[in-house]
């Protein structure tokens, strides 16, 4: 059937009628005009057939309701492997979107039943995107990935748009039916199998929904679309002719229409049910408005914009959503409704007070940016970007990222635009190496997942991810296109801690209450960043903690302030710190703290994490941060493109490291400067001194720094 008021006719074109028109295919009207309907019979079970409604002699649509679209422009570019045995496009026969029915479908069983959703406050979600997980970009290899997923120690998923959109290569967002999962990532068994699956293993599944707008092939915008202007036509049930606000995109639905409104009910109730998603993200929401904020002219060009306007306090937006939570919170209580709404915080308050979770927009991802490149004191304070008490709300529905699939990777920044502590010629430390640069994630993992209230991180943030959201062109021209998954970070030693490092906050957060608490306090406006945590009489918990960390790129002093005398202990090493009368709050007590070094205090002791990395490399390195003498390691060795010596220095002083060929001939000067005490990494291309590269043999590094000294046999080969 299908909801067509105003129009005269409509025919159903399809396998069965050659797709031509036929008398017995005309579909009946309802006495009120508003709808047209048909009953088939002689239908086989299981086959699939392709349709389409034909209206008026000029429109040929798919079912709106569809739950699977052929396309025959983009379905010829769907692998097999992703797509088994997808039904062919009718070529030569129509054009558009056709739609496929299936009747006596096998139903697919469910083993969730006992599957509870995790609070909002202890919330922490992993935003994926299946195009980009993996190289076979199906529902089954995320599926198949479970166990890496599980082991990050997530407790949901949000997946960026799975509905039917344009093309098969893009993020998403500009959905063309809401009912269809897009064939590009699989069959919608695969997804009911992929949601099945994270439920039984204890991960709630976050659907991201576009209900701001819909493409140009979307069947409500074609049933009644100016095809002159290419924009929906004025009478359409459905979208506003012209879009009444900024940053608007093709059609836009108004959400003043109850015809909207009963579609877009529909939709969400239609995941929750038929898919079990636990929650929605709704994209765009500040869209969610027909107030007026731009002008346009005679020919519907845009003429003027005003964002401020469009970001005010807007009653009827705030009142839209309202209405939509209320009607799934109805059907099924406690799904998680997200919002992308990025609009002035008194709006924003109250609707995280009706229930709803906020992202909590860019500025997290600029200050916890500037923190990890080492830029203190310049825009790097993330409390009002992270903290719902800072913006005055009253509950932890503020959800925190400091990296979405919409901003820049930190990592990028960090290892391209790190800060770097140079004195004279000598180098003494720089965020732009790799290993600093992923140690420095761990440190702003550190004093963001401590922070209480919903976290949400971006895919493979937990292993470093380095390449720009703008590779490969590095412009925003390629800014939505495919990156590579880079799984072989895994086998990198200090991606794999970094990995280690966010199971091991995760957890924290998840297991212990005092990471629910509303009685904390941040001070991170300076390179020393401090979060403090106490039970508020509410979360029952009988511990408190202190998460410390120097951003700078030297030693400086940090500002514990604990709460109260007695033993502290290190959540990551075990290791306690005994506070006396005159180290507690207010009395100007020190901590220390090297470039990077981060901590995280609690006053009842706590399991060991597993940072244990199972490779040579974290063995020796581990013991040289440990040791008191001036010991090193070197990495690989062999080694044929790069090698890294490091190295810990038990007191600042000059450091020379040099290596020399077995009949001690010296190659390379690699350091020769003054440095601080603590752990220092040398990375060596394997050229001597004029630039060139030397033979493949055996030599020898002499690393020396005023009493201590420390020689190893290195070995190179040439490729």
């Not at 004029?690 to 690393?703: D, Q």
Request: one cysteine or more; aromatic letters at 16%.
């Amino acid at each position: 059937q299908l909801f067509a008021p105003n129009k005269n006719f409509v025919y159903l074109i399809w396998d069965n009628s050659n797709w031509e028109l036929a008398p017995e295919y005309q579909l009946n009207k309802t006495i009120d005009g508003n709808r047209y309907w048909i009953s088939l019979t002689g239908l086989t079970p299981m086959k699939e057939y392709r349709f389409q409604y034909f209206v008026d002699n000029d429109i040929n649509i798919a079912d709106p309701y569809s739950d699977k679209v052929l396309d025959r422009w983009n379905d010829p570019g769907i692998n097999p492997i992703i797509y088994p045995n997808l039904l062919s496009y009718p070529i030569g026969k129509t054009s558009q979107l056709v739609s496929v029915f299936q009747t006596g479908q096998t139903p697919f069983i469910w083993t969730d039943a006992s599957f509870q959703k995790p609070d909002n406050r202890d919330l922490v979600i992993y935003e994926l995107l299946v195009r980009d997980f993996h190289l076979t970009h199906n529902f089954k290899t995320v599926e198949d990935s479970i166990q890496y997923i599980k082991k990050i120690g997530v407790n949901a998923v949000e997946l960026m748009p799975v509905t039917e959109y344009d093309g098969n290569d893009s993020w998403g967002y500009m959905t063309s039916l809401h009912f269809a999962p897009d064939k590009c990532y699989g069959t919608k068994n695969m997804l009911k199998s992929l949601i099945n699956t994270c439920h039984n293993n204890g991960i709630a599944v976050i659907l991201d929904i576009v209900l701001n707008h819909a493409s140009g092939q979307n069947p409500l915008a074609r049933l009644y679309y100016n095809k002159d202007k290419q924009r929906p036509a004025p009478g359409n049930l459905w979208f506003n002719e012209l879009i009444p606000h900024p940053f608007g995109y093709h059609c836009d639905f108004n959400h003043e229409s109850s015809y909207t409104k009963t579609y877009i009910d529909s939709v969400l109730n239609y995941w929750a049910t038929e898919y079990h998603a636990d929650g929605f993200r709704l994209d765009f929401t500040k869209g969610f408005t027909n107030k007026v904020s731009v002008t346009y002219d005679a020919n519907g060009d845009v003429l003027t914009t005003d964002v401020n306007s469009f970001g005010q306090y807007d009653i009827n937006r705030i009142n839209a959503l309202k209405r939509l939570a209320g009607v799934v919170w109805q059907k099924h209580p406690g799904t998680f409704m997200i919002l992308e709404n990025f609009a002035d915080n008194y709006e924003e308050k109250e609707l995280a007070d009706f229930g709803f979770m906020l992202w909590c927009g860019t500025s997290a991802n600029i200050t916890y940016n500037q923190a990890s490149m080492g830029f203190c004191n310049n825009n790097d304070d993330f409390q009002g970007a992270v903290s719902y008490k800072a913006r005055g709300w009253g509950n932890h529905n503020l959800i925190g990222y400091m990296e979405s699939h919409d901003e820049e990777r930190l990592m990028y920044r960090n290892i391209s635009y790190g800060n770097i502590n140079v004195i004279g010629t000598d180098t003494f430390y720089n965020t732009r190496n790799k290993i600093t640069a992923l140690d420095r994630m761990g440190e702003a993992a550190a004093l963001f997942f401590t922070v209480p209230g919903p976290k949400m991180f971006w895919e493979f943030g937990e292993r470093g991810f380095d390449y720009s959201i703008n590779w490969p062109s590095m412009t925003d021209e390629t800014r939505t296109e495919k990156k590579p998954p880079k799984w072989d970070y895994m086998n990198d030693p200090y991606r794999l801690l970094l990995f280690k490092k966010y199971a091991a906050l995760i957890k924290l957060k998840i297991n212990y209450p005092i990471f629910r608490t509303s009685n904390f306090d941040m001070n991170v406006g300076s390179y020393d960043k401090r979060i403090r945590l106490f039970d508020d009489g509410y979360v029952g918990s009988d511990m408190s903690a202190v998460v410390l960390g120097n951003f700078d790129v030297a030693s400086k002093p940090v500002w514990p302030e604990f709460s109260h005398t007695g033993k502290w202990y290190d959540y990551f090493s075990g290791d306690s710190l005994d506070i006396q009368t005159g180290q507690t709050v207010g009395n100007n007590f020190t901590l220390q703290y090297n470039p990077g070094e981060y901590h995280i205090y609690t006053d009842v002791k706590l399991p060991l994490p597993d940072l244990y990395v199972d490779t040579t490399i974290h063995q020796g390195i581990s013991e040289i941060i440990k040791t008191d003498n001036l010991k090193s390691f070197v990495y690989p060795n062999p080694f044929s493109t790069e090698q890294t010596i490091c190295y810990n220095l038990p007191v600042s002083g000059k450091v020379i490291l040099k290596v020399y060929n077995v009949l001690g001939t010296e190659i390379k000067t690699l350091q020769s400067a003054y440095q601080q005490a603590g752990v220092h990494y040398i990375t060596w291309d394997g050229t001597n001194n004029f630039g060139e590269k030397i033979k493949s043999g055996y030599y020898y590094y002499y690393l020396s720094s005023g009493n201590y000294s420390s020689t190893n046999k290195i070995a190179f080969v040439k490729e």
